[in-house]
């Protein structure tokens, strides 16, 4: 079974409930679970060995059977990603070790990190890590896959310098914005590769310390990736067969018919993003959170069951359509440097 650490520590913190103690005590009582003032060496709940939890906000969705773009998986040394329309037959002797944590408030996913296995017998050793950005909640000035590339490739830290500077590179009969960057200190060099589907920026980093690596495993990307008709550095936005159409910010006053404001139990101070699929009749008809603490998302699933919006027609037929819904404080968005807003 796979470890869901993906090179990240996350922290379990326990509350121990205080003891109120009274002039006379009575008699102890262990806990049921364990702990420090237990003599209960088997509790009942077992934290997996070398994995801390932390219970707070998380990803969830109101039905398990709509696809969500962390729902992908490694099948017989295959990847696939049912939300993106995507698959990728790993290279002989690579393997994917770890999954990735849940999303960010901002939108970005970690799918899938793959690297040589112990059984490699190459003579140099890399990874590949896919990622995608969700362009409705980026903290980025980013509105497409190619932006964001430049916008990264603008503002790299000073250790890191430029290799290939932002171009376009077909793989798998799909174009990718491309750019390339070392670390001359380490002697680590990173392929990056970005197109767009369904509103997300899905990005490809290859790194190694062997360029000629890289190049051949993004040459071999031909034969082993299947994207989606819709993947383009600067469009991917559904709307093709069951796949909604994406559509930013459609949840404004011109769309919206009813609006319930969500009831808060407790008052909290993250930000709670939110994806939904609205149907034909202009009804929330799945609701994906990003991240949210289970009483958020009860008092938004509530409220969202009750809005209705105006149906999006195409040529007068009415279409499914998917928009994102910032629910509390949006976190701080970045600007466009001057070198980016140039190459826009």
């Not at 916008?151 to 000073?158: E, G, P, S, V």
């Not at 319930?260 to 909290?268: C, G, L, M, Q, T």
């Not at 069951?305 to 149906?311: E, M, N, T």
Request: with cysteine; proline share 8%.
């Amino acid at each position: 079974m796979r470890s869901r650490c993906f090179c990240f520590v996350i922290v379990l913190t326990l509350s121990v409930p205080l003891l109120a103690w009274g002039q006379k005590a009575g008699p102890k009582i262990d806990p049921q679970n364990g702990g420090d003032f237990s003599n209960n060496t088997q509790p009942l709940t077992k934290v997996p060995e070398g994995v801390i939890l932390v219970k707070g906000a998380w990803s969830s969705a109101s039905d398990s059977m709509t696809p969500r773009p962390e729902g992908g998986s490694v099948t017989d040394n295959v990847f696939s990603n049912q939300y993106f329309g995507i698959s990728y037959a790993l290279p002989p002797d690579w393997t994917e070790k770890y999954e990735g944590p849940p999303p960010s408030d901002s939108g970005l996913y970690v799918l899938a990190q793959f690297r040589p296995s112990a059984s490699y017998k190459g003579q140099s050793r890399g990874s590949i890590l896919i990622t995608a950005q969700d362009l409705f909640f980026t903290q980025l000035p980013a509105t497409n896959a190619r932006e964001l590339i430049h916008y990264t490739n603008d503002n790299l830290q000073a250790d890191y310098k430029v290799e290939v500077p932002p171009s376009v590179l077909k793989v798998a009969g799909h174009a990718f914005s491309f750019f390339a960057y070392n670390s001359p200190v380490a002697q680590l060099h990173w392929y990056v590769l970005a197109t767009q589907i369904r509103c997300h920026a899905l990005q490809l980093v290859l790194t190694s310390h062997d360029t000629r690596l890289l190049k051949t495993t993004i040459l071999d990307m031909d034969n082993r990736m299947k994207l989606p008709a819709e993947a383009s550095p600067t469009a991917g936005t559904g709307g093709g067969g069951a796949v909604p159409l994406c559509i930013k910010d459609y949840a404004s006053d011109e769309n919206v018919i009813a609006r319930v404001d969500p009831i808060f139990s407790e008052h909290r101070f993250n930000p709670v993003p939110v994806r939904i699929i609205i149907n034909k009749e202009g009804k929330v008809q799945h609701i994906h959170f990003l991240s949210a603490f289970a009483d958020q998302e009860k008092a938004i699933t509530d409220a969202l069951r009750q809005w209705k919006f105006r149906p999006y027609l195409r040529e007068g037929q009415p279409i499914e359509v998917e928009t994102g819904i910032m629910f509390g404080r949006a976190p701080y968005r970045a600007t466009p440097s001057a070198a980016n807003q140039a190459t826009q």
